[in-house]
């Protein structure tokens, strides 16, 4: 084993504008994340790769989202400011912002970033609390070090109200601080609490700054030793800016701060920096974790040094971003108490059920158990599988209710061991049933609209919900097709927890429901056949099926607002019709058989409606398996991975989406992608000539190599004779009747897979056997 993959790990990857990809200190799964915060915007994770001014390194961020550009959380920043006296150091946003050297340095668990007047600031962190570091150039050596810590100024400048005391004794100055802020997806606001120490040196002088007046928000006025400032809450931002101002001895050139945060109050912020950090060893804390997410991209282990060093650079960088969020918010619920853990940032199931979780169900089995048990504890308390729920709150339903499928995900693959991970099925069943079955209040934060979709077999355009529930009536037809896969999830779970053959029949039967949508006489690009929306009197509603697309002529918007009109969310007709994962031979059908499907796809390339960085796009790549050309599949993918993703700050097509493209590339380079709650993974050519997978829940490990594995396939176009098409599958030296798909349960099963690639397409696809092609429900696939 390598001994230290952490070190293959490149945290800038993605961190330009588009990536919105977070480099600061984190362990797995963490609450704190640490890092800096620019002046310039977008900036959805606080940093950008740019050389734009620090406005302050601050405790709490989002990772790879769209959201607010302006950013999440940001909450609670310091900022370290070379000589000034007290009643005049420049403490507002603007005044204090200064530039970096444009060097900042990054490792798992570890930040650190030098203004160009030569302060260095260094961050380390657990779960919930961490250390900064402020190390002060010698020739500021005979000066006083102040320090800003700021209550006001989030990443949105979003304050409506907060405290903040100072405790200052001999050996220690703590201060604690809460703010009600602005969500960054969503209308709700949401209170945080945190707590500094600072005694590696303790203040020689102290005192809060506050600004003048509301109409002079850049004016201040310094109180010395004052221990308190309150402002009431408010229903508008306020625009006031407040905080505390900190001088340390010229005796020494490093101030260290610990910190805590909490979202249940200041005792528990406090608390949490003093049992996680309980002896300000900065070493410790940097080693544990790295520790930490050395065990995570273990579980994935190549021969680095044999391997393609830009592949590894790219794996276990994915590896490390895919496991950052949803974060571990566990005893820290401030709106019930549960036995269960409470994770947040799931920011959007949407974006994750594709490639997230599924990655998760291979390589981290207990942690998914405990997000599992996240979503399903939502339900418990709120009636419907929260998700997209961000900063504790709920936020938008961007789709479906996508937690579904991802509750059937974990039904499908570790029914059978809940009780050993801690989760109870038959409640993750009704979770899964009421959300099917309920319409809530206000579809458009939770759940479905259900009562339209199941009066008409398809959502309406147009309809009033007789009911009085409401929620923002379009993408219906982008809506409609993520349904129909939710209630796939139940169907599935159904089969796994051995429900009555009603329910599976009747969750069968609905998830092909999204075929009421096919308009088959829509022709576009000499092309028949699309989704579209429809009317309650079952005629459709046009929409060019290029709209929303990247080479839409008009610029629709196909975003969440009133203003989207053609029934699709974050993609065109084009690409969506391809969506319905669980029964790929009914889209094949409708689009007229598989040369035409294969024609049709490869005009979706080759005209430019293929979005990389769009998750419908995800598995338009790997859907020539279904029409039995696999080796279209392998030429594709290796021209997606290199096309759109590589190991620069740009590296990313998009946002991250809290993981979603590293999870998804990931599942590219090994050469797998999954099929939405199911156990089958489509099968093709490795990026490594050997991998092993472990699970810890199982204590297994899964070697699968790559005989005649050929590196001049590493390219964006393969070249002609290179070794790039599988030729056969080895289970434990049993070759499988089929080249096209694998079931999980061997990919988690420990063993060998012995995957055979040659020059030449096989003549007879994926196989000659009744099962070679991957499952579809329609024709017979995911049996009962």
Not at 680 to 703: D, E
């Amino acid at each position: 084993m390598a001994a230290d993959f952490a070190s293959l790990v490149n945290l800038f990857i993605g961190t330009a504008s588009s990536g919105n990809a977070f480099p600061g200190a984190a362990i797995p799964h963490a609450m704190a994340k640490v890092g800096i915060d620019v002046s310039t915007s977008p900036r959805q994770a606080g940093y950008l790769s740019t050389n734009s001014s620090i406005t302050g390194i601050s405790l709490m961020h989002d990772e790879g989202t769209g959201g607010t550009s302006t950013g999440g959380y940001g909450i609670f920043p310091l900022f370290p400011l070379p000589s000034c006296s007290f009643s005049s150091c420049p403490v507002g946003i603007a005044a204090r912002s200064t530039f970096r050297t444009g060097v900042d340095t990054a490792s798992p668990g570890y930040f650190s970033s030098t203004f160009t007047n030569g302060i260095k600031l260094e961050a380390t962190s657990t779960r919930r609390a961490g250390l900064i570091r402020f190390t002060y150039p010698s020739s500021m050596a005979s000066s006083t070090k102040h320090v800003v810590v700021d209550l006001t100024n989030d990443l949105q400048r979003s304050f409506h109200g907060g405290t903040l005391d100072i405790e200052s004794a001999q050996s220690n100055t703590r201060i604690k601080l809460s703010g009600t802020f602005q969500q960054s997806y969503g209308p709700d606001n949401y209170t945080v609490f945190a707590c500094y120490d600072f005694s590696r040196p303790s203040a020689v002088e102290f005192g809060t700054y506050l600004s003048s007046s509301t109409s002079t928000p850049t004016n201040f006025t310094f109180i010395s030793n004052n221990t308190n400032l309150i402002f009431t809450f408010s229903s508008g931002v306020s625009p006031i800016q407040a905080g505390v101002l900190l001088g340390f001895s010229s005796s020494s050139n490093t101030v260290a701060a610990r910190f805590g945060v909490s979202f249940k109050g200041l005792d528990q912020a406090c608390s949490n920096a003093e049992q996680e950090v309980p002896d300000y060893n900065w070493q410790r804390v940097q080693e544990a974790s790295r520790a930490k997410w050395e065990d995570i991209l273990q579980r994935v282990e190549t021969d680095v040094g044999t391997e393609d060093a830009n592949v590894v650079q790219l794996l276990y960088s994915s590896l490390y971003r895919a496991s950052l969020v949803p974060a571990n918010l566990t005893d820290e619920n401030p709106y019930w108490e549960s036995k269960y853990p409470f994770y947040d940032a799931l920011f959007c199931s949407w974006d994750t059920f594709r490639t997230v979780h599924p990655l998760l169900s291979i390589i981290a089995p207990i942690e998914w158990a405990e997000i599992v048990n996240a979503y399903v504890d939502g339900w418990r308390n709120t009636g419907y599988i929260p998700e997209c729920r961000s900063n504790t709150k709920a936020g938008y339903v961007q789709g479906g209710s996508d937690g579904m499928p991802i509750l059937g995900d974990f039904a499908v693959k570790y029914g059978e061991h809940a009780d050993k991970l801690g989760v109870p099925m038959n409640d993750l069943y009704q979770a899964l049933v009421d959300t099917a079955e309920n319409t809530p209040p206000d579809w458009y934060r939770v759940g479905r609209q259900n009562t339209a979709w199941k009066t008409f077999g398809y959502i309406p355009t147009s309809w009033v919900d007789p009911s009085g529930s409401t929620g923002l009536p379009t993408r219906e037809a982008s809506r409609a097709y993520e349904y129909a896969v939710g209630d796939f999830a139940v169907r599935q779970a159904a089969i796994a927890l051995h429900k009555p053959t009603t329910d599976i029949m009747k969750y069968t039967n609905r998830s092909m429901n999204f075929v009421n949508h096919w308009d088959p006489n829509l022709v576009h690009d000499g092309f028949q056949g699309f989704a579209q929306r429809r009317y309650p009197n079952g005629t459709f509603a046009f929409s060019p099926p290029d709209a929303c697309s990247p080479i839409d002529p008009v610029g629709h918007s196909c975003v969440r607002g009133t203003d989207n009109n053609v029934g699709f969310y974050e993609s065109s007709s084009w690409e969506m019709s391809f969506f319905a994962p669980h029964t790929m031979s009914t889209v094949i059908k409708l689009m007229g058989g598989q040369t035409t499907f294969i024609d049709r796809v490869n005009h979706y390339f080759s005209k430019g409606y293929f979005q990389a960085g769009n998750e419908p796009s995800f598995q338009i790549p790997w859907t020539y398996h279904y029409a039995n050309r696999p080796d279209l599949t392998a030429l594709r993918v290796r021209e997606v991975v290199y096309k759109n993703f590589n190991t620069k700050n740009n590296g990313i097509p998009g946002n991250d989406d809290s993981g979603a493209m590293a999870s998804l590339l990931v599942f590219h380079l090994l050469g797998l992608y999954p099929v939405p709650a199911s156990r089958q993974l489509l099968i093709c050519s490795p990026f490594v000539s050997r991998y092993t997978l472990r699970n810890a829940l199982f204590g297994t490990s899964t070697t699968i190599s790559v005989r005649n594995f050929d590196k001049t396939t590493l390219v964006q176009t393969p070249p002609s004779g290179s070794r790039i098409y599988v030729q056969s599958v080895r289970i434990d030296g049993v070759v499988q009747d089929t080249v096209c798909w694998i079931d999980w349960a061997t990919i988690v099963g420990g063993g060998e897979i012995e995957i055979e690639v040659g020059p030449n397409p096989r003549a007879d696809g994926c196989g000659t056997s009744n099962n070679s092609l991957p499952a579809s429900l329609e024709t017979g696939g995911f049996p009962l």
